[in-house]
């Protein structure tokens, strides 16, 4: 799997923070542990994902085809902040 770096939310860009290993959406605040399920804010779901193979060696990210990403409340990982967040609990702007 290949997490899309859009927030489900409203589109924007979700860059990882360095200090808590979330993913952080600048725009609104949602929240996204390393494999992409969703901690806060307001999205409506974990990140979206795209799938991926091996052909001939090579790692092939299947763009063209969008696989909507887990539920609220999905937590596989039990993933808590490993630092400081990025942006506040409330979002960014």
């Known amino acids: ?3 899309y770096q859009k927030c489900p939310h409203l589109g ?8 808590s290993q979330w993913f952080e959406c600048p ?9 992409g399920e969703k901690r806060g804010g307001p ?7 795209f799938a991926v193979s091996v052909d001939g ?10 696989v ?14 490993e ?3 990025c942006i506040g609990e409330a979002g960014g702007h």
């Open 12 to 19: 924007c860009r979700v860059p990882n923070c360095v200090s």
């Open 1 to 3: 799997m290949a997490l």
């Open 57 to 66: 060696g090579v790692l092939v990210v299947d763009t063209g085809t969008i």
């Open 43 to 49: 999205a409506p779901r974990g990140m979206d994902r």
């Open 83 to 85: 630092g400081p967040n």
């Open 27 to 35: 725009c609104h605040g949602s929240q996204y542990n390393q494999v």
């Open 68 to 81: 909507q990403g887990p539920p609220i409340g999905t937590n596989t990982t039990g993933q808590e902040a």
